[in-house]
């Protein structure tokens, strides 16, 4: 879904209904829970990179690659 066509409402909304969708599953034992902070963290940047529009992530991409050639 593309975030940045809704109103930031919807998008607040969507991701509260994601995130409790997900805690529900953890729950029933369909999903197992992230048991380490790495895994968290790593489960943050999946589902933002899923939300980000493409052209972000293109820029973002463009800039690692700038700083990895200064180094």
Do not use: C, W
């Amino acid at each position: 879904m593309n975030y940045a066509s809704v109103d930031p409402l919807s998008a607040k909304e969507a991701r509260i209904q994601t995130a409790a969708n997900e805690a529900y599953r953890v729950l029933e034992g369909q999903e197992s829970a992230p048991t380490n902070p790495r895994e968290r963290l790593l489960d943050i940047l999946r589902n933002a990179t899923r939300e980000a529009p493409l052209h972000a992530l293109a820029l973002a991409f463009i800039f690692g690659v700038m700083a990895a050639r200064r180094r």
